[in-house]
């Protein structure tokens, strides 16, 4: 027996302050009953205009900015704008500030990989998970202020090198550090991943198909979660990620179909441990260098144009930069990972629960500073 | 293919319309006719040799004479990356939408139109995307003022 179940349709506004949309971000739903027949995302609330900034400072002031726009990857952001001046300008650095960078790149990935899996637990109503992620975020955080003097922002990438060496006995630390953690991975897929619940909810949800994927440029986890094997590091390797022994996680729809909530969740779980190798492979070949010895004394580089991406904890992240051989960039645009993956939004979260509408945003794990720039 | 191969195989398919290319620089591109501009995209999309299914930038530059429109594309089989530029007049700039071919790029032309002012023809919800709807100018042109205030509230 067909029943017809459509009746009136009403919007719903969620946000732009609501604890699930992970900063100011507007979603417009129309709602059918408990079905959200159409999920419109307002964004911009955040926009500060980065890309019009910079275009008023000089090429080492810029770094700051990055770091602004992904605050929870900040040490990732940096780091594919000075690999792109570099590349610009012709810039080798040395073994150890590739190691270093290496280092403190993977961590940032853990450290916002756990932000990631904390903050949804939270969303879908598991708070524990929460406050473990936290925890261990925190020691991480640690080692950023030790090394940069800050916990967030770090400005620690500089053009040609690093703003200084780590202190001696960081390395053995850090180590200390992932000795400890690897196992507590496993805890968290006891406590989280592998719970009845967050199952129930997450897997058979918000399903991304690979072809949806590709075409809305979707990166990074989200995109391997619908079980598309890329990842930047591997295809394009920067900083010598070519000699690094890792796996790319991808999603397998353990639990239903592949590219489900569930999948791009545990696709972050599984890629906190590669990271632990690459952390463990980086420390190994430090060798003692001058970690300022590539940074010029005047930033000039040359007229010309180029484009560089790296993967970042959200996805790629592209920088297309134009010189026009003074000492300020005359164009940064920058391809932001979040920004992409938020235009699949409405596809994806069409026909949904509402309920389920927090679940799909929070595997997307957006982070509003990189959308609206 | 490698960028020669590319811009190769674009002026071999599309003559004059692809005006200029640079396979040598370090990102390599090709300039486009803007009124080819959806033919070429779909082309590159398509054709077996490049498959370009992922459009990885699509963005403006303002060059004081001239607005140009920036694609790169990249193809997640054959992992080769290509540039293509469209060059518009200031005034009145407008270029087809290749939101069939990609649909990422719904957005990434809604905030091109919101920065530069570049209105792109057949898109299916043309409106501004990081700034509000009533906000006046196109703030990554060379020339833009910034504004005193909006809506009575200081800038």
Known sequence: MEVDYSGDIMTLNMGPQHPSTHGVLRLELKTDGEIVADAVPHIGYLHRCFEKHVENVDYAGVVPFTDRMDYCAAMNMELGYVLTVEKLMGIEVNN??????????????????????????????????????????????????????????????????????????????????????????DNLNRLLSDNFIFIKRTAGVGILSPEQAVSYGVTGPNLRGSGVKFDVRREEPYLGYEDYEFDIPVGLGEHGPVGSCWDRYMVRIREVKESCKIV????????????????????????????????????ELGYLLVSDGSLKPYRLKVKSPCFTVMSAFREVSRGAMIADVVSILGSFDIVLGEIDR | ?????????????????????????????????????LDVCRFMRSDGRLEMDHL???????????????????????????????????????????????????????????????????????????????????????????????????V
């Open chain 1, 96 to 185: 150890r500030v590739r190691c270093l960078r290496i280092i403190m790149a993977e961590l940032s990935r853990i450290a916002s990989h756990l932000i990631a899996a904390g903050t949804y637990g939270n969303d879908i109503g598991s708070f524990t998970p929460f406050l473990w992620c936290f925890r261990d975020r925190e020691t991480i955080l640690d080692f950023f202020e030790e090394t940069s003097g800050a916990r967030l922002l770090y400005n620690y990438n500089w053009i040609g090198g690093l703003m200084h060496d780590i202190k001696p006995g960081l390395e053995e630390k850090i180590i200390e550090f992932i000795d400890y953690f690897e196992p507590e991975v």
């Open chain 1, 280 to 315: 463990r492979q980086a420390v190994a070949r430090l060798t003692p260098g001058d970690v300022r010895e590539a940074v010029p004394k005047r930033i000039k580089p040359p007229a010309g144009e180029v484009y560089m991406r790296t993967e970042c904890p959200r996805g």
């Open chain 2, 1 to 37: 293919m490698n960028p020669q191969e590319i811009a190769a195989l674009l002026s071999e398919k599309f003559g004059q319309r692809i005006p200029e290319s640079d396979a040598d620089a370090l990102n390599p591109w090709s300039a486009v006719d803007p009124s080819s501009i």
């Open chain 2, 56 to 154: 990885e930038l699509l963005g403006g530059v303002d060059y004081k004479d001239r607005i140009e429109v920036v694609y790169v594309v990249y193809s997640m089989k054959h992992h080769h990356r290509y540039t293509l530029k469209c060059r518009l007049p200031r005034e009145e700039p407008h270029l087809s939408t290749v939101e069939s071919v990609w649909k990422v790029a719904n957005w990434h032309e809604r905030e091109t139109y919101d920065m530069f002012g570049v209105l792109f023809d057949g898109h299916s919800d043309m409106r501004r995307i990081l700034c509000p709807d009533d906000w006046e100018g196109y703030p990554l042109r060379k020339d833009y003022k910034t504004p005193d205030s909006y809506r009575g509230m200081p």
